[in-house]
């Protein structure tokens, strides 16, 4: 039996354009995620996330769900065109009334909310004007952040600035799986050092309006690790990490970029202006890591043999175990929390209502005595967010992708708890892995 601290703390986490719809009403402005998911060919099937879970109007019902499965926090994101239209200037009334409704509603529930600022749905406005290529995107960023913060932050503590940076430089602006849909490594690099810089100038706002808020930031991260017996490959490990993790780690931990991947970019490397790196590693009170599945060097693909996904990504738990002994033994980190980990499946509600679902029970179990591992060797982690609270809108994969721990019916609405959400459950409440 895997015992977690008493104080641990249990939650799941979803994202504003994954499960809110509601894409054009009450005041929202378009975000580049509305234009991405319109344009066809971009999205599997057409799909959108135009009405997407409905959480906009159905998020008190999914806050009970929350409160019976015992979730004791819960991680959401803020859309930034919701509150600010344009990205800047005028402001949406009814977008920040949401939000305080949803905070109100979580806290009469005894549910702590964890906000995240941004979740990769940029105001398309501010597309329009060149988007995170642009520097002066990351003053109006700091902006949106205080103004957020000045109306929520008497009762969310807890602010994360930015969800896998990576994603938004690297899937958005050079394979263009993600919005914008642009193609460029080096527009990709250069919105990368305006997303840590964003993240930099967030935090110092955050903290000039209210002292008292913990605030952090959420990184995507993988074990590198060569799956053949072959020096080439070995050789790739530490530069693959480089490019992939400590590209935003090292900035963030050591105000300066992995001197080996600066170098190996070249004339692609980013403009970088004085004091950018200083502002950048502003000091954290906790981050955020989300975890699914290894690097594996030397193969196309998963290893042969490996457990996968419907994602097609390889079932990995120890990998969690060396990331953060890794992470542990070079950085000096604030309190991490692990605030996504989870598995796509297919799954079937049965005629007695039902969601059998033993594979995701049983990656989730895995991953947590991964984790626990890790603790037990010296590393500081008080939290585990599962993804996703709901089936949602997955991005590219529009709904052909379930995550989450309640099976939701896209055509009714309908919600029905999996055996993972109803077994994740009785782990909260025993705080304990069989």
């Not at 005028?90 to 509603?105: K, M």
């Not at 010296?378 to 529009?398: C, I, K, P």
Request: glycine content about 8%; some cysteine.
């Amino acid at each position: 039996m895997t015992v977690f601290p008493p104080d641990f703390i249990w939650g799941s986490a979803t994202s504003a354009y994954q499960i809110e719809g509601a894409w054009n009403l009450e005041g929202k402005g378009e975000s580049i995620w509305d234009r991405f998911s319109h344009t066809p060919g971009k999205v599997w099937r057409g799909h959108t996330g135009d009405v997407a879970c409905d959480h906009y109007h159905r998020y008190r019902a999914d806050v009970e769900l929350m409160r019976d499965l015992g979730l004791q926090a819960y991680r959401f994101s803020i859309s930034w065109p919701r509150v600010l239209p344009t990205g800047r200037g005028q402001v949406n009334p009814a977008g920040l009334d949401f939000y305080d409704r949803l905070v109100d509603t979580l806290l009469a529930a005894n549910i702590k909310p964890w906000a995240t600022l941004y979740h990769w749905d940029l105001p398309q406005a501010l597309q329009d004007g060149g988007g995170w290529a642009q520097r002066d995107l990351c003053a109006h960023f700091a902006d949106y952040a205080a103004l957020v913060v000045q109306r929520l932050g008497d009762r969310v503590q807890d602010w994360m600035t930015f969800n896998e940076p990576w994603c938004t430089a690297f899937l958005g602006h050079d394979t263009g799986e993600h919005a914008p849909g642009l193609r460029d490594r080096r527009l990709a690099l250069q919105v990368a050092h305006h997303v840590l810089l964003s993240h930099g100038l967030a935090t110092q706002a955050l903290r000039a309006v209210r002292g008292d808020l913990r605030v952090g930031i959420v990184l995507n991260l993988w074990p590198v690790e060569a799956v053949v017996d072959d020096d080439d490959v070995q050789a790739e490990v530490e530069p693959t990490w480089q490019r992939n993790c400590a590209w935003f780690l090292d900035p963030l931990y050591r105000a300066a970029y992995p001197s080996a991947a600066l170098a190996a970019y070249g004339p692609l490397a980013p403009t970088v202006a004085a004091n950018d790196l200083a502002t950048i590693a502003q000091p954290l009170d906790l981050m955020g890591i989300n975890y699914y599945h290894r690097i594996a060097l030397g193969v196309e693909g998963p290893p042969p043999g490996a457990e996968v996904t419907e994602m097609g990504w390889e079932v990995y738990p120890q990998g969690l175990t060396h990331l953060l002994q890794r992470l542990h033994h070079e950085y000096r980190l604030p309190p991490l929390y692990i605030t996504e980990n989870g598995a796509a499946y297919v799954d079937t509600v049965t005629p007695a209502g039902r969601v059998p679902d033993a594979r995701r029970l049983e990656y989730v179990r895995q991953h947590l005595h991964a984790l626990h591992d890790a603790m037990a060797a010296g590393v500081d982690v008080r939290g585990y967010f599962v993804w996703s609270l709901l089936d949602n809108f997955e991005w590219a994969h529009g709904y052909g992708k379930r995550f989450g721990i309640v099976h939701v019916d896209f055509d009714t609405q309908v919600r029905t708890v999996k055996e993972s959400g109803r077994w994740y459950s009785q782990v909260i409440g025993r705080g304990q892995v069989s």
